[in-house]
Structures are given as C-alpha cells and as structure tokens.
C-alpha cells in the first residue's frame, strides 16, 4: 500500500469532541468518521485491524467447536414476544413496523434467534451439546454514546450461544469459553484484561462474568482484592464486614429536630456511622407499595443487587405524596407500613445498641437490638461495597478501579429456551429443555482498547497481531537520489513476505514521522540519504524500543528477525 493512495487525512490537532485516548487518535490517525451520534465509518485502517481482531476470535470459537452462522439484523417482533423481552426491553431496542404492519426489531442481541434457529435443528439429545456464534452488525439505541467506539450505537459484536443437557456439561464449557477468551484477549496484544464476576443485568441466568480493561475512561468500577485474585464488577461485589461487639442498652426515645441525614445523625450523637441504622425507600417497578430496605449507616443499597431480590427493577423512591411514612425518621421499631415491603441487608444481623428514626417527626431511638427489638425472618446481601471493605476471601483490602467492559460470558440457564419452548427428545424418550451459555466480544471497542492500553503521546502502538500493517516504509527526500526508487526496491523486496506501506509522498520528514506514529505500525524502515550512502537503512519498532542501522543487504532477515521477537512477546 502507497500511502500517497490511502484514503483518509491524519490530523495534527485534536479534536474538539474526542473524550478518551482512543477517540482522539482515531479521528486523528484517519481510522474512524462520525456518521452520526454513536455511529461510525471505518476507514481501510481500522478495517485491516478489525479484520484482524475478528480472525482471531474465529480461531478461538473454532477451536472449543464454535460452528460459526449468521442470523438476521432485522427480526420479527414475535420472537420477542416469545421470551418477554419486547416488553421488558426499554427504548434501547428499536422497534419499527414493516410496510405490511408487521411488528419488527433491530437486533441489539440475537438470543432469541439462536434459540429459534436451534430449536428447529436440534431434536435430539444426539446433537448435544453445540455451540453457534456470528460476528455481526448490531444496533443498539445508546442513550448515552461517548468516547468514540468505547460506547457506540451500532456495533460489530461476536455473539456465541452454546446448547447443553445438563447443568453440570454447561458449567464445563463455559470454563473452556473462558479460556478461549483469556487467549483472544492475548493474542489481540492486551493479555491485562481481567476476569470479574458481574451482574447477569437484561440478559438473564445466574452466572456471569465480564472481562475488563482496567483503565481510567472506563464507566464501570471493578473491585480487586489487594493480596488475592478476588474480582468483581460493583454490581455484584462483597465483602467481610467488620462487626462492633457493643453492650445492649435500654431503647431510648430521642428529640432530633430537623436532623434527617446520617453525617448529621453521627455528630449529634456522637458516634460512627456504622452505628446508626437508616432506611432507603424505593419504588418497584410493576408494584404499588413501596419498598422500604433498611441498612447500616456507613453503607449504600446496591440497586442491582435489590432487583434480584424483589426479582424487579427498582429505583429511588421520588414521589412521597400518597405515601404514609416518616421520611427522615423512618425505623424498623414500632413501624406501621402494612402496604408496604421492607428488606433488612445483612450489615444488620446480631447489630446491637443501633440508632434509627423512631417512626415520628424530629425522633430518633437510640439502643436498638435487631436480635431483641426487631422480628427479622432474613436477612438479604443488598450493600454496596465500599473501598477499604476486607477481602470475603483473605484478610486483603478491596480496591476500587476504573474499566471498560470488551467480553462477557452469562450462564444463562433454561431463561429463553423455556420461555420459547425449545426442547429436545432424551434418550428416555421425554421431551427436555436445554440449558443454554452465551458469550460476547466487542470488536470496535476492543480495537479501542488496544489503543487505550498501547500508545505514548504521538499515536497508538498496534501489536503485530492486529496491526493494519506490519511494516512502514518512511523514504526521506533527496537532491541528489531518486528515493522512491530505492524506497519501492524495499518495498518490492518486502512485500511479498508482509504487510507493507510506504510512505512516497514529497513531505518533510517531520510530517512523515507524525503521520508514521498515527499508523501506529510495529516495524519502522526509514530510508535516508546520509545512511544509503553506506549502504544502511534505519530500522526501528514503533515503541522506540528498537533503533538501529542494517545493511540493506540484510534487510530481509532483520525484518523477520524483529517481526518474530513481536510475536513472542503476545
């Protein structure tokens, strides 16, 4: 490839717009162009690298016996309907109808094709287990697109659906998923992405585990532990909480005029937040009582983990009119709240000598016992975990980081086989349902990952595996020799083996070596005037890691020389 060919101008200044690292030097570099809010053309560049990205994830699904297919982008709104999703889906999902009335949608996630498509070719337990992946354009109506395909409307995603007999066969491949995606990640040139447990969220199932980059873009917060490999996603994170042996106390009745907030609470009392007992109230989606859940006072409920108790979502309470309680004083001592529910976390149970509202305008109870002063039938894991918590596995401190979801993998269970009553003839002659796995990979936001885990301030550096080109020809000008000449021999002489671009534009070697560093490219040939007089060539690793003169008579195996230690290093 001539450079003087390839579409798209590398930009010096930074864009405007652009919120990450990535963002920045795609835009800069001539990778990516905006369409739209979300929506991106990619330019030869960011295709070769894609490509790429998707060539190794086929060889990963190959592999553990993925059997790649294709299902539609557009959908009939029925199958939807099959599994409960067009309902309980918000306006992420486009909806549309098609010229005859019909009800359609745009694909976001393909679950209920998988299961359409497998039920009608799977029948026996003979066929069992499989797996069926697609690497495919989906569209998902992202209210909140950002950071160039770091958060995008329409996308290209790997989406893998295995179908199984038995619990214990899917829990066996799904560790091999996991590996083959520890192995994706590696062989893309970002082996520090991590494993966390996460939030099974819309997609359903009981199992889930989403694989991280860690870096400081990122919208998610990812719990690590301090001294073990304890991971987790903050939507289903815990931790050991430390417990406070406090002598019991006779319950007291307290005059607290106006004082409504925790910090407040604390000071007037003079003690630690985790003293105190509060109440948050929430509504439930579906449900016209209100939830009340009552929790220690140095902790915050965790919403996600909430709607898997009520199994519903649930959000903030907003609305008090109508609602009789104390808001402010609201206590589990003495509470009449018959229309609604009320959840007590774990961080309560065998707390002593607490302080809560008392139920009553401008009071608080002080000496509270859960054990003597409140009828609790169960206790429920509905905190948050804060930064500092100890480690559920060792004596460890739990960190905060910042990262960017690039895969995930659910257990999904029987949630949409059952629901679109798929089912397959058992050797006893019965009619089962298959428990079913599904496993994803963003391949434009992977691709942004790796520029957010390898660059320096002048522009990406691509890894071998999935760089658009492996090598870059720069040829210098010249008064006195025909550069290009000597320049297109190399470029002859290489190409046949690698990828090669070269740069044959009639600039000043400042705006080549800028451009040069936007391409990102692994292996660097300069060509100049001062060394061809001795017959060299400069060759160079976009890292700078590598800089040295070669004979050109050398070149060929230098090259292959340098290219094969890349290699090694994935």
Known sequence: MLLSKLLGERIKEKPGDATSISHIYLLRGGYIRQVSNGIYSLLMPAKRIATKIEDIIREEMDAIDGQEVMFPVVLPADLWQESGRFEGVGNELVRFKDRSGKDMVLGMTHEEAAVHLAR??????AQYPFMIYQIQTKFRDE??????LIRVREFTMKDAYSFHTSQEDLEQYYEQ????????????????????????????????????????????????????DYQSNMEVAISKLDKYEIAEEEIKENHTPGIKDIESLANFFGVETHRLLKAAVFEVEGRKEPLIVFVRGDLQVNESKLSKVVQAN????????????NFGFIGPVGLNARNAQIIFDSSLEGETNLICGANKDDYHLSGVSIVRDINVESFHDVAQVNEGHTCPHCNGKLQFKRGVEVGNIFQLGTKYTESMHMTYTDKDGKAKTPIMGCYGIGVGRLLACIIE???DEYGPIWPISVAPWQVHICVLGSKKIDMNEVGTDIYNR?????????????????????DADLLGIPVRIVVGERNLENGQVELMTRDKSVKKLINISDLEQEVET??????NQL
């Open 314 to 325: 649930v959000t903030p309470l907003t609305n008090y009119e109508n609602v009789d309680l």
């Open 177 to 228: 998923c996991l590996q083959a995606y520890h192995n994706v990640f590696r062989k893309a040139g970002v082996p520090e992405v991590v494993c966390v447990q996460s939030d099974t969220g819309m997609m359903g199932g009981k199992v889930a585990h989403e694989f991280m980059l860690l870096t400081d873009i990122g919208e998610d917060t990812i719990i690590i532990c301090d001294s073990c």
């Open 453 to 455: 885990s390898h660059h």
């Open 494 to 514: 290489l190409n046949n083996k690698w990828e090669v671009i070269m740069d044959d534009r009639n600039m000043g070697p400042g705006a080549k070596f800028a």
């Open 562 to 567: 340098l290219i094969t230690e890349l290699k």
């Open 143 to 148: 209210p909140r697109a950002r950071g160039g």
């Open 120 to 125: 009608t070719e799977a029948r026996s337990y």
